[in-house]
Structures are given as structure tokens and as C-alpha cells.
T-cell receptor
Framework: DAGITQSPRHKVTETGTPVTLRCHQTENHRYMYWYRQDPGHGLRLIHYSYGVKDTDKGEVSDGYSVSRSKTEDFLLTLESATSSQTSVYFC?????????????FGEGSRLTVL | SQQGEEDPQALSIQEGENATMNCSYKTSINNLQWYRQNSGRGLVHLILIRSNEREKHSGRLRVTLDTSKKSSSLLITASRAADTASYFCATDTGRRALTFGSGTRLQVQP
């Protein structure tokens, strides 16, 4: 257990509304990631962070922004949600004590955009 | 396009049988990892094989890696109903983050 919690776990919202998902970790890990999971696509990287205020884009970053003002929190924001952003969102961290780069995942946030 | 692609997409076997899943990838890698996902849960790391390794074992899991063919296989021996889950391969190319395939759904019938 890498001490990762995601909130909210479930959210239903309407097209055009802003949404923020939070990933919180308790063990001071440096690297944090946001993936989305859709049927037939596996997991696709949205954004990642390698430290406070250091973030970068993944392969499906359009329509998403992130912020990391504290080591423990990595926020994913949909400025204006669209139906194509209906998905399950997973936060993950790399355990700083590991030299293999394996990921530890949160339990996911299921977002439905109507 | 996905760096890793699993085959088959779905697999149904009886308890006690072996389950084999394959993963193909496109670019050179540092390591390849396999993850498991139970329905409605996050992914859990199973096993990692480095690019200079050919085979690795962990309990009932056996992973092979053929870098010349850019492919890997995951074998679960003596499967149990509790092994029912989706299995994903993920490649570490040294860039950004792990790249995941679309997964194999394994159903083990009791």
C-alpha cells in the first residue's frame, strides 16, 4: 500500500462544467501520474509530475491541466468537461524506495460527463 | 497507437489449467512489467523482467521476454477462480512513464 487516495471516487457532471480530481499520497514520493482507462484502450497517460511545480504532458493531455503545489497532492482539472472525457481516471506513483519504476495505483475515479 | 498489445483480448479456462497471455511491443525497452486489475479496482504490479533477462518466475507466474521479437508472455500455472482479472503488460522505454497495452481479460471457471 503506497498510501494513495483519490477523490472523488465517483462523479457525474454536465458538459461544460469544470471538474477537479485529487490524488493524495502520504509517503513523499516524487513521481506521480494521471492515467485514464477506457475500454479497448488500456491505460493512457494524461500528465505526470516529477516534483513540486514540475509537470509534463502525456499522450492524451488535450483538455486537461494539472497542478502540484505540494508533494502530497496532484490535481487533475478538466476546465470544461466533454462527454469524451467520461472515463475512469487512475493516479499512480513510483515508490521512491524502488529502483525498478513499478507503479502503485489508486483505486480510480469514475467520471461521467452527461 | 499502443506500445504494448496483449493477445488474446479475452481468455476463459477451467480451474487448474494454465493461462498464457502474450504481449507485443514496438520500441526498445528497459524493462517490461505485468499488472493485474480486478474489476473496479486499481492495477497491481505482478512482475518485472529486465531487457537483459529471458525468463523470470514468481510463485505461479512465469514471464518470458524475447527482445528480438519484441514480445513477452505471462504464464499463470494451475489457475484458480481468484485469478479472474484483467492482465496488462507495460513497457518502460526510459521516457516519460510506463506505456500500457489494452489488456487480456481472464476468466477462470470453478
Amino acid at each position: 500500500d503506497a498510501g494513495i487516495t483519490q477523490s472523488p471516487r465517483h462523479k457525474v457532471t454536465e458538459t461544460g462544467t469544470p471538474v477537479t480530481l485529487r490524488c493524495h499520497q502520504t509517503e513523499n514520493h516524487r513521481y506521480m501520474y494521471w492515467y485514464r482507462q477506457d475500454p479497448g484502450h488500456g491505460l493512457r497517460l494524461i500528465h505526470y509530475s516529477y516534483g513540486v511545480k514540475d509537470t509534463d504532458k502525456g499522450e492524451v493531455s488535450d483538455g486537461y491541466s494539472v497542478s502540484r503545489s505540494k508533494t502530497e497532492d496532484f490535481l487533475l482539472t478538466l476546465e470544461s468537461a466533454t462527454s469524451s472525457q467520461t472515463s475512469v481516471y487512475f493516479c499512480a506513483i513510483v515508490d521512491s524506495r524502488s529502483n525498478t519504476g513499478e507503479l502503485f495505483f489508486g483505486e480510480g475515479s469514475r467520471l461521467t460527463v452527461l | 497507437s499502443q506500445q504494448g498489445e496483449e493477445d488474446p483480448q479475452a481468455l476463459s479456462i477451467q480451474e487448474g489449467e494454465n493461462a498464457t497471455m502474450n504481449c507485443s511491443y514496438k520500441t526498445s525497452i528497459n524493462n517490461l512489467q505485468w499488472y493485474r486489475q480486478n474489476s473496479g479496482r486499481g492495477l497491481v504490479h505482478l512482475i518485472l523482467i529486465r531487457s537483459n533477462e529471458r525468463e523470470k518466475h514468481s510463485g505461479r507466474l512465469r514471464v518470458t521476454l524475447d527482445t528480438s521479437k519484441k514480445s513477452s508472455s505471462l504464464l499463470i500455472t494451475a489457475s484458480r477462480a481468484a485469478d479472474t482479472a484483467s492482465y496488462f503488460c507495460a513497457t518502460d522505454t526510459g521516457r516519460r512513464a510506463l506505456t500500457f497495452g489494452s489488456g487480456t481479460r481472464l476468466q477462470v471457471q470453478p
